[in-house]
C-alpha cells in the first residue's frame, strides 16, 4: 500500500509538471490537493511526508475523525463538500485553511457572523455548477457574478477564486467545456474588479481529467482516487448528500 502511494504520487506530480510544459504555463502555477474522504490518517502521512501538503476533505466528522492524528503533521486543510451553517462552528475548530464550496448567501453570512464572533478570517472559493447537473451542488454560472458582490460586503470572507466539479465523464472533450466555462467567468468577474474580490485560483480537475483542467487553466486540482486508489463509497454519497 506505501509503496503505491508514493509511487502513485510522484507520478501524478509528474503528470501535473508535464501538462504545464505542453501548454506552457508554470509548474509553480499548479499546486495538488490530495482529496482524502475515506482514506486513513496513516495513508495521509505517507503522502504528505512524499510531496504532498495540501489536503481537502468532504465532510466534517471526517475532518473531525483525522484531525488529531494529522495534527502534528505540517500540511493545508482545505474543505471540499456540501457545507450545512450548522457546520460552520466545526469546519473553522479543525483548522481549514480554504473552505473551496461557499456556494449561496445564506452560508457566506452565517459564516461571517461565526469569523467575526471568534475574530478570524477564512480564505474561500465559490463553488460553481458548470455542468448543470441537478445532482452537483454549486451556484449557477449565471447567478455567480451577482453572488460573489453580495460576498464582497462581508469582510471576514476572502474570495480567493473558483471551484467546479467537471462533468463526470471518460471523455476529456465532454469536461473541457466546464472547465473553459470557469476561466471565463473567473476572466469576467476580474473585469469588474470587485474590492476585496481575488481571482487568482481555479480549483478544477479531478483524477480523470486533471490534464484538460491544467490546459484549460487550473490552478488547484483536487485528486485522490489516482493517488489512494478506489473508494468504496460511490462519489454520490458525497455530492448528493441532502438533495
Ligand atoms: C473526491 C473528490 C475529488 C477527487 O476525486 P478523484 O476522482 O478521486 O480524484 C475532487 N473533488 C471533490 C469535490 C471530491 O469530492
Known sequence: MEVHIIENLRSILERIGQACERCGRNPEEVRLVLATKTVNPENIKIALANGGFMIAENKIQELKEKYEALKTTKHLNHFIGHLQTNKIKEVLKYDVSCIESVDRLELAEKLQKRLEFEDKYIDVLIQVNTSQEESKFGISPEETLSLIK???TLNRIRVKGLMTIGLLSAEAERVRPCFRLLKKLQQKILAE?????????????????????????????????AVFGKRIYPDSYYWDEGK
Do not use: H, Y
Open 150 to 152: 453580495k460576498i464582497s
Open 193 to 225: 474588479r470587485i474590492p476585496n474580490i481575488e481571482m487568482r485560483k481555479l480549483s478544477m480537475g479531478m483524477s480523470g481529467d486533471f490534464e484538460t483542467a491544467i490546459e484549460e487553466g487550473a490552478t488547484l486540482v483536487r485528486i485522490g482516487t
